[in-house]
């Protein structure tokens, strides 16, 4: 494989982690603004899930060779970062 092809696929891969990352900020917030609390088991139960669920995708794409582990780890924080964010600024209505 061409060296253009590899991080054609890198960096596929890092965007499709980023757009679930993406989508699980927004379930998140569509969640907090019309379902339920930070608090409610429920909330705590998707977020683990989603969370959980990201972390596999990332070692599955690490594993692969198609991410490097600091960039999975940095991925999951900055979307533990925005969800605190987004808790936060919810608390705060």
Known sequence: MSVEIKIGKREKAY????ADAQKILKLIGVQMDNL????????????????????REIDFAVRLG?????EGRELLSSLERQVSALHEASTQK
């Open 66 to 70: 198609l991410v490097r582990a600091d």
């Open 36 to 55: 339920t609390m930070p608090q409610c088991p429920l909330y705590e139960e998707v977020l683990d899930t989603q969370m959980f669920g990201l972390s």
């Open 15 to 18: 965007e499709l982690l980023q």
